[in-house]
């Protein structure tokens, strides 16, 4: 089978093409993703074959549009030697050093994110926007509001005072920040850091839906009301949201003030802590003994 570098430039821009047509017909989930070694190497051998015969080329099969509702999801990481990452299993590395998780992602933010114009004064005033950073195979996520100064200028999410709070937390959890996946509801930061508007959170909202479908976490922490009022899609306020499990296509969600709220009300913190153990009880992660 060939494998040379012109047949997997194309076989990398027919999956490119696919992953782009979806897109423009509204595909906003992706279910499963292929495993991406084997769909670049079928797309290889079909394109030597089509190639002999003077047929049309043959696409491999689209990713499945929805997720299966019995997809087996992963274990809790059980304490004891084996408990040091919070990894799951990665996806196997693709002939570019790329596993499919980051292709995907890598895509939507360079090839929609990047660019979007949906919010006028938004995408006006930004410097770039701020799509997400860490793990692809998470087993938490953490959701924030939306990018400030720092973050605007950076081009990661809590980078900034707020940034270095949720790092504590992390930290505390006994988590590294490279474990986790950090996203926010919008990729742009709003003017004077005023809240997000109601069609902000809609234009961005596809953007993180499908980050979401990719990461496939087995835990969402939503960081303050905007995160929480939008992934659950209730108006509740945050104090009544906290404290207790939702569900979002198959990942277990919590919720808990956000971080520039603690900054403002320290008193607070306590009661993120409380929200944190009980994700660290339901996820099987022995219990530090103190918050930092
Ligand atoms: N606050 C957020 O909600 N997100 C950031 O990225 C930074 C501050």
């Not at 979806?22 to 279910?31: D, E, H, N, P, Y």
């Not at 890598?106 to 006006?124: H, Q, Y």
């Not at 929480?228 to 906290?242: V, W, Y």
Request: aromatic share 6%; net charge positive.
């Amino acid at each position: 089978m060939p494998t040379d570098d012109a047949s997997l430039a194309r076989a990398r821009r027919i999956l490119t093409q696919r992953l782009e047509s979806l897109s423009r017909a509204g595909v906003m989930q992706i279910g499963k993703l292929p495993p991406p070694v084997e769909g670049l190497k079928a797309a290889i051998s079909n394109q030597s074959l089509a190639g002999q015969a003077g047929s049309l080329p043959h696409v491999p099969p689209p990713p499945t549009l929805r997720k299966e509702p019995d997809m087996p999801r992963a274990k809790a990481v059980p304490v004891g030697p084996a408990a040091g990452s919070l990894l799951r299993q990665p996806y196997p590395p693709n002939v570019e050093g790329k596993d499919a998780r980051t292709v995907a992602l890598d895509l939507i933010n360079s090839g929609e994110v990047k660019g979007c114009k949906l919010c006028r004064e938004l995408a006006a005033y930004r410097t770039q926007t701020v799509f997400g950073v860490g793990a692809v195979t998470p087993r938490v996520v953490l959701f924030g509001e939306a990018p400030g100064a720092d973050e605007d200028k950076q081009g990661e999410p809590f980078v900034g005072r707020a940034g270095q709070l949720l790092n504590k937390i992390i930290e505390a959890c006994t988590w590294k920040r490279e474990e986790v996946y950090i996203l926010n509801t919008l990729k742009c930061r709003p003017p004077d850091n005023r809240p997000p508007e109601p069609h902000e959170l809609a234009n961005c909202r596809p953007f993180w839906e499908r980050q979401l479908e990719i990461l496939q976490p087995d835990y969402i922490v939503c960081l303050g009301t905007h995160a929480a009022q939008s992934l659950l899609e209730t108006g509740e306020a945050i104090g009544r949201l906290r404290s207790k499990f939702f569900t979002y296509r198959g990942s277990k969600v919590i919720a808990t003030y956000h971080p520039s709220y603690l900054l403002r009300s320290p008193d607070a913190k306590k009661l993120v802590w409380d929200d944190m153990q009980m994700l660290l009880k339901d996820m099987g992660v022995e219990i530090p003994k103190k918050a930092s």
